[in-house]
């Protein structure tokens, strides 16, 4: 309702007219939609959400989403009521190509007409590796090749093997690398051990002011975690070093913890990755991070190819930080992650390092905040675990690795782990034994280490010369070529006057995986004892440069009046 009221402005006396009461309706209202943030995103599917006021009349709402703001689906109609106030709604839509851009968008409609939210996007994330543990390869008594086949599926992946005696493993491919600054009497580049596994020592790169130090409650009480922290101070011209990495592989995640108890008044001061060493902090640096005054004292500031900030949103200086480093470099890409120690979230960015191929063999550590004394920079808690790249294809890729120093005819049990930003996938178990030092002397002579097969088995004689393939073993002799000249043999030898029989043979070097070459005397053939070999050792070790030592041995009873046996026994391990 509505009517017109007239006063005249000259004569406020004069009476109020009015026109007469007349009446209009509102046109209804149509929806109003939000189209809000995508929600529950996996690799397939994900839950679109939207806010919708049906206005006062019965509204349904649906989603429209596809590659392009163009959609090309749409989710089934729901009621979202009649009321006047706003209704959350949603719909998981699946189906959806992994590592994808999908658009969407909330449509309301109701009897005056339909309403519409703005174009959204989202993207479905890439699924974790596919691992296939395959057979191993190339084993011998102390050696073998773990084979396996990763599908990175599209995300930059890495993969590695873990292996040992049971299905427990307990070893892995993967290199460890901690420090907690636990185990220093004192630090500073200057001492040549260090305290952790997997770093080397500190490295000077430049500075002519600063220096280093433990903190601890004998120097400044400002140690992070433990009695011990390691510590950095600018003095009046700053300081760098770095510290190696034992072990480095292309993909990496490092952490650990930061304080920086300096003003950020005159320059930088935190970390880089290097590639190598160089002559200064930057030489080398593939990303850096740390405080630096450009980024303020309320975040973390990183240069990669190119500077961002992680905002923290409050005072950095004096708190406990904790950092994650993600890197690839065979990507050549990096998320670095900060939080305060306080927080269960890390503020994450990502970007590009300032260089492809190199890999990471390098923690460096800078103050370069020479202004004033007291300018510290406080860290603890070093962690790597680094691993080799398998790529970002959607391809099959062949991992392999290789192994020394085995227990010879023992079972080993391996598999293969596959890592990308989505999950870990594990391989199969699959055992591979090593093989004795005879299998391995029967592979490498005839191709095969089967007991039973005519040529290579144990009792066959391939060359003919009267000795089978276990005493040609035993002996140091070339099972394919007739060489009964190396067989043991026997003499004699004078001493004091007494003539004592002797016997001459090839023995395999440290005793091959438990060979035992033991030299017995009899006078009857029935009774016999052993000969201290070292005792009576009359030539020899002498090495024959082929594996084995020539030694000569005489026995114990003088042949002049009785018969004197000499014989050669060689004990053989069970599995042999």
Not at 21 to 49: D, R
Not at 365 to 380: V, Y
Not at 402 to 428: D, E, I, P, Q
Request: with cysteine; net charge negative; proline share 5%.
């Amino acid at each position: 309702y509505f009517m017109i009221v007239a006063v005249n402005g000259v004569d406020p006396n004069t009476t109020t007219t009015t026109g007469s009461i007349l009446t209009f309706t509102a046109p209804p209202l149509t929806p109003t939609v939000t189209t809000s943030p995508a929600s529950s995103v996996g690799v397939n599917s994900g839950t679109l959400n939207a806010i919708v006021n049906p206005n006062g009349s019965s509204t349904t709402a649906f989603f429209d989403y596809g590659l392009t703001n163009s959609y090309g689906s749409s989710t089934s109609a729901q009621n979202v009521g009649t009321g006047t106030s706003a209704v959350t709604t949603s719909a998981t839509v699946a189906g959806l190509l992994p590592g994808t851009i999908y658009h969407y968008r909330a449509t309301g409609t109701n009897p005056n007409g339909i309403g519409q939210g703005t174009d959204q996007t989202f993207t479905t994330s890439f699924p974790p590796p596919t691992v296939s543990t395959t057979a191993a390869t190339s084993v011998n008594s102390t050696v073998g090749t773990l084979n396996a086949i990763i599908n990175p599926n599209g995300a930059a992946s890495t993969g590695w093997f873990e292996y040992g005696l049971t299905n427990s493993y307990g070893n892995s491919t993967r290199q460890f690398a901690v420090d907690n600054a636990e185990a220093y009497f004192g630090w500073n580049y200057t001492t040549s051990s260090n305290g952790g596994s997997g770093f080397g020592g500190a490295t000077y790169l430049e500075g002519t002011g600063g220096g280093t130090y433990l903190s601890n409650a004998s120097t400044d009480k400002r140690q992070i975690d433990g009695n011990d922290s390691f510590a950095v101070y600018a003095g009046t011209g700053g300081q760098a070093l770095c510290r190696a990495f034992s072990n480095p592989r292309q993909v990496g995640t490092l952490t650990f913890s930061v304080r920086f108890d300096l003003s950020n008044a005159a320059g930088f001061s935190g970390f880089n990755l290097k590639s190598a060493t160089g002559a200064s902090f930057a030489a080398n640096e593939l990303v850096s991070f740390g405080l630096s005054p450009s980024g303020g004292n309320n975040a973390i500031f990183v240069a990669g190819s190119a500077n961002q900030t992680i905002p923290l949103g409050s005072e950095i200086r004096g708190q406990i930080v904790d950092l994650k480093l993600d890197y690839n470099c065979a990507l050549g890409v990096y998320t670095l992650g900060a939080k305060f120690r306080a927080s269960s979230s890390y503020v994450s960015v990502g970007g590009n390092l300032k260089a492809v191929g190199p890999i990471a063999t390098y923690l460096s550590f800078a103050n370069f905040n020479n202004n004033g004394t007291n300018q510290n920079l406080i860290f603890d808690g070093l962690s790597l675990a680094a691993s080799d790249s398998v790529g970002a294809s959607n391809s099959l890729v062949a991992v392999t690795a290789a192994f020394t120093g085995l227990t010879a005819h023992a079972t080993y049990h391996y598999r293969a782990v596959g890592l990308n930003a989505s999950g870990t996938t594990f391989g199969a178990d699959v055992t591979f034994m090593t093989l004795t030092p005879f299998e391995q002397w029967r592979q490498a002579r005839f191709g095969t280490f089967d007991p039973n097969d005519p040529v290579a088995g144990n009792n066959a004689d391939p060359d003919g010369d009267g000795a089978n393939n276990m005493f040609e073993y035993v002996f140091g002799m070339n099972p394919n070529v007739p060489d009964v000249s190396l067989e043991p043999a026997l003499g004699h030898i004078s001493v004091n006057g007494s003539d004592y029989l002797t016997i001459s043979f090839r023995k395999l070097q440290a005793a091959a995986a438990g060979l035992t070459y033991t030299v017995e005397e009899s006078t009857d053939l029935v009774t016999w004892s052993t000969v201290d070999a070292n005792a009576n050792l009359v030539a020899g070790p002498t090495d024959q440069l082929d594996g084995t030592d020539l030694v000569t041995v005489r026995g114990n009873i003088p042949f002049s009046n009785v018969s004197a046996f000499l014989r050669l026994r060689v004990t053989i391990p069970a599995g042999l």
